[in-house]
Structures are given as C-alpha cells and as structure tokens.
C-alpha cells in the first residue's frame, strides 16, 4: 500500500466511514437491545449532523497535523449534497471520517479509541 499520506481524501473518508461505523456500532452493542432499535440509534451518530458535533467535542485535542488531515477531508469536492444536514455539517463530517481513515490506515488504533472516547463521554451532553 502506498504512504498514508499520499492517500486522497476520498479514500480516507471511504475507510473513515467503515471505521466510525463500526465503533458506533461496537459501542451500541453494549446496550444489548434488538437489532432494529440499535440500527435507528446508530443512525443518530452517524449522520453529517451528528459527525459534525462529534467533531467540535474532539477539535480541542486534535493536534495540528490531525486537523491538518481533518482540513483535507472538510475541503474534499464532493457531488453530494446533504439531504439532513447543511452542507458545512457534511464537509465537517467529511473531514471526520478522513480523520478516522487516516488513524486508522496509519495503525493509530490507541489514537482512533482515544478520540472516539472523548466523543461517547460527549456525545449525549
């Protein structure tokens, strides 16, 4: 695989995506309850809305290279346009999940569940 660095956004947000699911996902399934309940809680972490408040919780203790990797993602050109979200919300959210790609690829898994825990201590205040 080539340098993380040298990755576009597009595929740091592919990844970052998958990444985020699954720790949400991982997360929910603690509180052991039907699949269908877990899905429609899922869906309130996930969205661009939701991705963009996880994103103001965590922007604090980012370093700069991560919000450098963050700002990759954000000002990615997408074709997409937010259906529940504004599209400043979907670029915010953009650049999380190329947050979480970029961790991830890079083998930061202590940093990936460092961040997605400061975000679970916030996330319902």
Known sequence: MESVNNLSPSVLCFVGDAVY???VRSHLAEINRPSGQLHSESVK???????????AVIEPHLTEDEILIFKRGRNFHTSTTPKSA???EYHIATGLEALFGFLHLSGNIVRVNELFGIIKENFDR
């Open 45 to 55: 972490w996930v969205s661009a809305t939701a991705q963009a408040r996880a994103y």
């Open 86 to 88: 504004t599209k400043q």
């Open 21 to 23: 699911g699954l720790l």
